[in-house]
């Protein structure tokens, strides 16, 4: 958050990043897997995302960013934007992560890479929600990409033990769900953020 405030160049790069996403277009965007809602003006995004209220948002986009999540704008409600992330194969920092603390503890810290909704909830933003998943995230599948990545679950869901995950694979995709414990090398989680 300081950062990007004392260093105006970080906070242009940050916003550039999301305007070479946007500026791919409703067909650019279907090539690479996702679908964005049309009609949105970038410049309204941009000029929110400068407001010194959403400097802390200005700060998780560029941690988004410079993981390589490949952030873009994919809808508009009620004057709130979401920027979601965009890739096509799970990030190797967040692979073999279980879904929460608790599934964590069960599994042992030792076991895997840290838990979904910590590292989230450290770069800023939340776990991306089933309904932006299946809007966005489904329509347009891709043989050469790969990723079980692990979204945001419901109350009732974590009480049995389970945890929802957007996944592409073989040329399909969807969401589904599994044991929250499950990790893997190919297995991480997706994020969104709202302002």
Not at 17 to 28: M, R, S
Request: glycine share 8%.
């Amino acid at each position: 958050q300081r950062l990007l405030s004392s260093h105006p160049k970080m906070t242009d790069e940050t916003i550039a990043a999301l305007k070479a996403e946007f500026d791919k277009g409703a067909d650019g965007a279907r090539k690479a897997g996702y679908i964005v809602q049309e009609g949105i003006d970038f410049a309204a995004v941009e000029m929110k995302l400068r407001a010194e209220e959403n400097k802390d948002k200005l700060a998780a986009l560029y941690k988004m960013v410079q993981a390589g999540s490949c952030p873009a704008v994919f809808c508009e409600e009620n004057g709130r934007f979401c920027i979601a992330e965009t890739f096509g194969q799970t990030l190797n920092d967040r692979a073999n992560c279980v879904y929460d603390r608790k599934a964590q503890r069960q599994v042992g810290r030792e076991n895997c890479n840290g838990n979904a909704v910590d590292q989230a909830k450290a770069m800023g933003i939340s776990l991306m929600e089933r309904r932006i998943a299946s809007a966005h995230l489904t329509a347009f599948p891709d043989s050469s990409q790969y990723c079980y990545d692990y979204i945001q679950a419901t109350k009732d869901e974590r009480e049995s033990g389970f945890a929802p995950f957007v996944y592409r694979s073989r040329g399909w995709a969807g969401v589904y769900r599994c044991g929250a414990r499950n990790h893997s090398d190919g297995r991480g989680w997706r994020g969104a953020l709202w302002f």
